[in-house]
């Protein structure tokens, strides 16, 4: 094992941070969190993480459950997506494979996810590659543009021999997401510092990525009914969830006239996704319809936003948020 191996080991036993997912073995658990930590900070995950096992704590409990179910609990927690595959994994499998391989097919599953579980439940020795361990390995070796196939192959020939795997992996992730960091990396208290080939300018590497975020106008129109809120079945990104209508300004007197209503402005509220910015101009209005308690129903957090700026409208019928909405 090399001198730099051995720092980061020995840094990773004194720092790793006391995490509810950190030394577990059992797979589901493993795959859960590692599930929610995709584009979730690590505080927010760790909350969702107790909340979702609390309600399924097995594979089997999760694939009797129904969809609507899952995306309840998972509410708040962003990227609906992940919970849906989740699901349809779990319907698909009575327990989870103990291989990298086998994980691979799993629906759902990308190579970080799968060797991740693979690596830290089943001891496998495969690397697992995620943004923080390709910061991480691209300024210990001055790699400025790595292509992903490279990556993964310099890492998987890193893994030192004799050392947990599973371990090996974390200490290499938490050294990113706690010293490494894209933006004014901590090099001075770094356990690599003295190996680092790119210390001298860790900006360089790895090169930033081109990113695009366009802002798109649109409306929400908040219908409030005789027994609450006119919800939807949403579409798209937020597939399996429910939310007021949510369409371009230029549909507005269309939609107006489909429901019998003229709305009124009750504010804007600015959302951000991952490759577009949304700013939305919330409208509201009261509709001879039926209606529901939208706390009731999974709601992405876009549609949260839209309703807490409608809480004076919706207030004047009763339907407060829940405390835990």
Not at 152 to 179: H, I
Not at 242 to 270: I, M
Request: include cysteine; aromatic fraction near 8%.
């Amino acid at each position: 094992m090399e001198a730099w191996q051995k720092a980061l080991l020995a840094w990773y036993r004194e720092n790793a941070r006391p995490l509810p997912w950190r030394g577990e073995k059992d797979p589901y658990r493993v795959l859960v969190s590692e599930v929610l930590l995709q584009q979730t900070r690590v505080e927010q995950a760790a909350l969702y993480y107790r909340r979702f096992l609390e309600r399924f704590p097995t594979l089997k409990a999760l694939a009797a459950a129904s969809l609507e179910e899952v995306l309840r609990v998972w509410q708040g927690a962003g990227y609906y997506r992940r919970a849906e595959h989740l699901h349809r994994l779990a319907r698909s499998v009575e327990e989870l494979p103990p291989s990298f391989a086998e994980l691979r097919k799993l629906p759902g599953l990308g190579p970080y996810t799968a060797a991740a579980v693979a690596s830290i439940a089943f001891g496998e020795r495969v690397a697992a590659v995620d943004g923080n361990v390709r910061r991480v390995l691209s300024r210990l070796f001055a790699r400025e543009s790595p292509k992903e196939k490279e990556l993964f192959a310099l890492a998987q020939g890193l893994l030192p021999e004799g050392v947990d795997p599973g371990v090996w992996n974390q200490a290499l992730m938490e050294l990113g997401a706690t010293v490494c960091l894209p933006k004014r990396p901590r090099c001075g208290t770094c356990p690599l510092g003295a190996f680092c080939r790119g210390k001298e300018a860790p900006g360089r590497y790895p090169a930033p990525r081109k990113r695009w975020a366009k802002e798109e106008r649109l409306v929400a129109l908040v219908l409030l009914g005789r027994k609450g809120v006119h919800l939807e079945r949403l579409e798209g990104r937020f597939q399996g969830l429910y939310g007021v209508p949510l369409f371009p300004p230029e549909e507005l007197p269309g939609r107006e006239a489909a429901f019998g209503v003229r709305s009124r402005p009750l504010g804007e509220v600015r959302h951000a996704l991952t490759h577009r910015r949304l700013l939305v101009e919330v409208r509201g209005a009261l509709w001879e319809g039926e209606g529901e308690d939208p706390w009731r129903r999974p709601l992405p957090k876009l549609m949260e936003k839209v309703l807490r700026k409608a809480l004076p409208l919706l207030a004047h019928a009763g339907v407060v948020p829940l405390p835990d909405a």
